[in-house]
């Protein structure tokens, strides 16, 4: 056994917003000499498709700041409207962007390159009828005994 | 402060990427060998020195100028 600290990451969420705090604590973490592994269950599996296509919904999210102030005067509801979200969503991308914010697929190449090991949850991907080929190569499959085994000798667990 | 082996250019980018580019660049290098980064990111001066502190390399200097942080990190 190394000396070296561990980071075990669960990642559970699967929206553009949520895909950054997972890749850019593990990255970040590998960066400083941890090992680290990220756990991908449920929604947070979409992070691992060879095709990104995530997107950020205003829709029940109050927090989200809103361009042009839209946010104080746009009703709630028309959030919901078809569009709203697609809209938002390259919005978000074209900012992050312009802030020099690394992309998603950039942040996860850099966290492969560092040796963070991605483990799929396989109990999602049979949940879903998910197909492994949209998945990106170098990831495990396995479950929450495998995650224990890493996570039970961690420094930082983390659920996002 | 102007010795350096290598000089990395952060400008523009953000977090965590001055920091992810700059250990690259360091793992390239020789103990010893001193990187000069330039960053424009203003959380980046907290991040630096908690880099340094973390993986034993040394921040020999940090300072601004400019709206542009200069940072000079000598590899362990």
């Known amino acids: 056994m190394s000396d070296e600290?561990?980071?075990?990451?669960?990642?559970?969420?699967g929206t553009l917003d949520w895909a950054y705090p997972p890749f850019i604590l593990a990255s970040t973490a590998a960066a400083i000499g941890y090992e680290t592994q990220i756990f991908?269950?449920?929604y947070g599996l979409q992070l691992l498709k060879k095709d990104l296509n995530l997107k950020v919904s205003p829709l029940g999210n109050p927090g989200m700041p809103m361009p042009m102030g839209m946010d104080k005067w746009f009703p709630t509801l028309g959030t919901a409207l078809p569009g709203m979200?697609?809209?938002?969503?390259?919005?978000?991308?074209?900012?992050?962007?312009?802030?020099?914010?690394?992309?998603?697929?950039?942040?996860?190449?850099?966290?492969?390159?560092?040796?963070?090991?991605?483990?799929a949850c396989q109990m999602t991907v049979d949940l879903f009828d998910m197909d492994t080929s949209d998945f990106i190569d170098d990831i495990d499959y396995a479950g929450a005994t495998t995650f224990f085994e890493f996570a039970g000798e961690s420094d930082v667990n983390l659920f996002i | 402060m102007?010795?350096?082996?290598?000089?990395?250019?952060?400008?523009g980018l953000n977090?965590?990427?001055?920091?992810?580019?700059?250990?690259k660049v360091l793992t390239k290098m020789n103990s010893g060998?001193?990187?000069y980064v330039i960053s424009t990111d203003s959380g980046s001066v907290k991040d630096f020195d908690a880099f340094c502190k973390q993986t034993?390399?040394?921040?020999?200097?940090?300072?601004?100028?400019?709206?542009?942080?200069?940072?000079?990190?000598?590899?362990?």
Do not use: W
Request: aromatic fraction near 8%.
């Open chain 1, 85 to 119: 979200e697609s809209m938002m969503s390259s919005m978000m991308k074209s900012k992050m962007k312009s802030k020099g914010v690394a992309s998603v697929a950039e942040l996860r190449e850099l966290c492969q390159e560092a040796d963070v090991k991605l483990i």
């Open chain 2, 15 to 23: 977090c965590p990427l001055p920091i992810l580019r700059s250990k």
């Open chain 2, 56 to 76: 034993g390399n040394e921040l020999l200097e940090s300072s601004e100028a400019e709206g542009k942080y200069h940072y000079y990190i000598k590899k362990a």
């Open chain 2, 2 to 11: 102007s010795e350096y082996t290598e000089k990395f250019d952060a400008t």
């Open chain 1, 5 to 13: 600290k561990k980071l075990a990451i669960i990642a559970t969420k």
């Open chain 2, 33 to 35: 060998d001193v990187l």
């Open chain 1, 40 to 42: 991908f269950t449920f």
